[in-house]
């Protein structure tokens, strides 16, 4: 192998001359500017720029740069020899078994208890094929197919053929009988997954560890945990979370991010002033803030306080082309006392707003990159400002080393089913609370307070209707009369709560 090479390389950007650039590029801070800097122009010359003659004097714009980058031959990315993060711990229900999909292979995660470890199998029983996630965990602990009742020790092993009589041959115990295994471990409180049954991999964790994150264990830093099936391809989830102009779309100012250091493994970059953030190739992205506190003289003598820090986490994994899985946590070490008064379930609510408020915009806009293929990113996108950062690092990352697409392996050819109705897209039911143990939780205790004042409401008016006008005085009655009203406002409120809240909730930016 030839040794690593240090080249400084420019991210792809399109080639532009001067006099068509400076407008937008000498645009200051202060200077009042339209919603989009190329509402300035004609659309003839924004065609241009992405088919500027040679011929003509054309420099590259000032784009996102890569001061060193490592480059060696033949790096290609195997999508099917990294650790995924698959789900939170504290959402996965020891009883029962779940199933998942990444990478395009339909998993079951359940707890084996006679091992006290998460197991990750093959979510298909030997037998004939039926989903071992639709069975169920059986008294001595092993996960049980529940089309003909086969079952399965933590090793997936066969021990039990129910068909299989007792005095024949044991055709439980032959290697046809067995579920394929991954490899699997718990860490930072996550269960993540080696997408390789192959036995050279059944140590894998001895030799490679999932991506640590050391503030998950801290107990100076608190965090809720996040997890929301996507309706949209992983790249563009990626491409999403580590853009930092889309938050503050309208009163945005110029950002400035530079890469560090850009690899097969990933990426480095540095958002000024200081912010951090991380791409651990494929899963983890990491966008790290920290302030610098001063200094404590609280106790007479000056001491350095740790640094405040705000943590963005995000584990992203490909389920299919058009589909992901997002687990996230946003751990921090200030501003603590609060974390009592919002639960859980909030957070969640928060950040499922969030998240919603680009589902649709994201999912069309994934459409249109699909048409125009994976390898043609930097022609169809204008990238010019250093905002963009992030995301030309990583569809530079994307392009040099895993050729521009996920490997799905034979499965999928990368064609994403055409976008569905708003109400679909953006369910919250089936893509979160379903897959939340809080979320599931408040869910059910709403819904069950809604049909407790329902029943309430017609109760009392019910007592009324019964009772005599000597049983009841007025006063009784009018306050009856008040009480069932306010039940049935209230259950008729919750009602509309439960909707927006765990089911749909549309979102129109022209109105926000
Ligand atoms: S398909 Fe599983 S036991 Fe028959």
């Keep these: ?113 006679n091992q006290n470890e998460w197991k990750v199998f093959d979510d298909r029983c030997p037998h004939r094929l039926a989903p071992l996630s639709e069975g169920r965990i059986d008294q001595w602990g092993r996960l049980q197919c529940v089309y003909h009742g086969w ?88 491409e999403n979370l580590m ?25 480095t970059t540095i958002e000024q002033p200081n912010r951090k953030w991380n791409f651990v190739a494929p899963c983890l992205l990491q966008g790290t803030l920290t302030i610098k506190e001063s200094l404590d003289n609280t106790q007479g003598k000056l001491a350095q306080k740790p640094p405040r820090k705000d943590i963005f986490i995000f584990f992203c994994a490909p389920v299919s082309p058009g589909n992901c899985r997002l687990v996230s946590v946003f751990p921090r070490n200030f501003r603590l006392w609060k974390d009592p008064f919002v639960s859980r379930w909030m957070h969640h609510i928060m950040q499922n707003l969030v998240i919603d408020s680009d589902f649709y915009l994201l999912r069309v806009q994934e459409e249109k990159l699909t048409e125009a293929g994976p390898l043609n990113w930097q022609k169809v996108c204008f990238v010019p400002t250093k905002a963009d950062t992030n995301v030309v690092a990583f569809r530079k990352w994307l392009k040099k080393y895993a050729g521009g697409q996920i490997n799905w392996g034979p499965k999928f050819n990368g064609s994403i089913s055409p976008t569905p109705l708003r109400e679909q897209l953006m369910d919250r039911y089936w893509s979160h609370v379903v897959n939340c143990s809080s979320c599931n939780g408040a869910y059910r205790g709403f819904n069950a307070l809604k049909i407790s004042l329902q029943v309430l409401s017609v109760a009392l008016v019910a007592i009324m209707a019964a009772s005599k006008p000597v049983m009841l005085s007025t006063t009784v009655r009018n306050t009856l009369a008040v009480v069932a009203v306010l039940c049935f406002v209230g259950s008729k409120w919750l009602s509309h709560f439960i909707y927006k809240n765990f089911h749909f909730h549309d979102y129109n930016h022209a109105f926000k």
């Design 1 to 113: 192998m030839e040794a690593p090479r240090t080249v400084s390389t420019v991210a792809q950007v399109p080639l532009v001359s001067d006099h068509l650039l400076k407008p937008i590029c000498s645009l200051s801070f202060n200077q009042k500017r339209p919603k989009s800097p190329l509402t300035r122009y004609p659309k003839s010359i924004l065609t241009k720029f992405t088919a500027i003659s040679p011929s003509v004097s054309a420099k590259p714009i000032s784009p996102p740069e890569v001061e060193t980058e490592t480059f060696e031959h033949d790096e290609q990315f195997d999508w099917f020899s990294h650790w995924y993060a698959l789900m939170p711990v504290c959402d996965l229900d020891k009883r029962a078994p779940h199933g998942m999909k990444v990478l395009g292979l339909d998993v079951v995660v359940w707890w084996d208890r």
């Design 151 to 238: 079952c399965f020790s933590g090793a997936g092993n066969c021990k039990l053929i129910p068909q299989a009589p007792l005095d024949g041959p044991p055709v439980h115990s032959l290697p046809k009988a067995c579920v394929a295994g991954y490899p699997s471990t718990v860490q930072n409180g996550i269960v993540w997954f080696w997408p390789n049954t192959d036995p050279e991999y059944k140590d894998i964790l001895t030799k490679k560890k999932p991506p640590y994150i050391p503030e998950l264990d801290d107990p100076s830093f608190s965090f809720q945990m996040f997890n929301r099936d996507i309706p949209y391809g992983y790249e563009v989830l990626i």
């Design 243 to 267: 853009d930092p102009s889309h938050v503050d779309r309208e009163g945005g100012t110029p950002i400035d991010v530079n890469i560090q250091k850009l690899d097969k493994n990933g990426f």
